[in-house]
Nanobody, 120 residues
């Protein structure tokens, strides 16, 4: 069992930045992804990173604004979010899986999420 704990969410204004963290309580060599879900909407892919940290993938909506990274010595994955927009408002989840995938069904473990709210 892999436990994932997200943190770093909050209420910010448009144009602000936030950094989300996802701590993996049980060490495993997993690829990691960030997803988000707004009320009444489907869960959508945000970004993913391979175990080595070299390979990454981003959704078009966040490309150039968000950066995913990881520190395997700390078992932690980060999502640096810049130039936040009201459309980025959602609950953000990290997930662990076997590859850098945009399909949430391919991830085996999920955290509880952290809320990000961006006011205009």
């Amino acid at each position: 069992q892999v436990q994932l704990v997200e943190s770093g969410g909050g209420l910010v204004q448009a144009g602000d930045s936030l950094r989300l963290s996802c701590a993996m309580r049980t060490f495993r060599r997993y690829a990691m992804g960030w997803f988000r879900q707004a009320p009444g909407k489907e869960r959508e892919f945000v970004a993913a990173i391979g175990y080595s940290g070299v390979n990454t993938k981003y959704a078009d909506a966040v490309k150039g604004r968000f950066t995913i990274s990881r520190d395997n010595a700390k078992n932690t994955v980060y999502l640096e979010m810049n130039s936040l927009e009201p459309e980025d408002t959602a609950r953000y989840y990290c997930a662990a899986g076997s590859g850098i995938e945009a399909n949430y069904a391919l991830y085996s473990y999920w955290g509880q999420g952290t809320q990000v709210t961006v006011s205009s």
